[in-house]
């Protein structure tokens, strides 16, 4: 029996009307608007897109957002002076960074700039360790966003085993931990399958549910998945393709016809996770600004 598709958009809806009702509820009751802050260095147009979509929907739910858009060659100093800038302005809740930054920027060092309690995507140090901790305050959009999908459609990853593929620290490595904590929605018993682990089809095979976050379309294949399995693919590959008129069309990471025929649900690419990130995304500005 072919598998549910799982309906990212809808699910990501219904997470942004919630933030809507608490936004209106707290500014009705003479809290300040929540704001947002996003920086998109350079031109990446990927990026772009993925930006524009998140202050979109911050207005769409009563958020303000706003967008800079430091040129590609800006300086690491000049960027760090734009952050901390941020970090000093009371009216900004939230500031993100949007990844990835241009190859002479260390990255690292732009993360650990943002202040720990506006660093709504969570990729601080601080937010980071409180998660390993078992105390997560600000949880990364995207594995929060992949564990709302699977609460959200009945699949409570507790006492489950969960095989996640990819060790980023966007994804893979945040997921791993929010799913393996000792919480309610969590309990789950995690492996974090990566490139050098060895017979990735046995490993994938004995997961009730799989995560992709590996990067690269087609890592995971009808034969590595065990019938039934819910399988979310976090994978947004641009790949080219003449029949579409822009030239390109988006993939994930996994085998779609071929996986979508062996397990129960899945997540489709567009229309999966991709909106998850984005709806979790107020949920932590929302939280950034004392709201929830
Ligand atoms: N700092 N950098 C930072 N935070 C993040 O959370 C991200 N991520 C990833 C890349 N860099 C980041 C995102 O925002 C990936 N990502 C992201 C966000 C939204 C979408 C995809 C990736 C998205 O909206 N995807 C749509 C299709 C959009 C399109 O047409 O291209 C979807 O339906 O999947």
Redesign the pocket.
Known sequence: MPATIID??AIAAEIRGEVAARVSAHVDGGGAVPHLTAVLVGDDA??A??VR??ARACAEAGIDARTLTPPADISQDDLLEIVGGLNDDPTVSGI?????LPPHIDERAVTEAVDPDKDV?G?HPVNLGRLVQGQPHLV???PAGVQQILLRTGNDPGGKRVVVIGRST?VGKPLALLLGQKAEGANATVTLAHTGTSDLGAVAREADILVVAAGRPNTVTAEMVRPGAVVIDVG?NRVDDATRKRGWR?TGDVEFEGVSQVAGAITP???????M??AM?LVNTLRAAGVA
Do not use: F, R
């Open positions: 990212g958009n990927a990026s897109t993925y979509n998140k993100l960074v949007q990844l990835p995507d990729l990364p959009a995207t966007l947004t988006l690419v567009p229309g999966g996770v991709g909106p990130t984005i995304l």
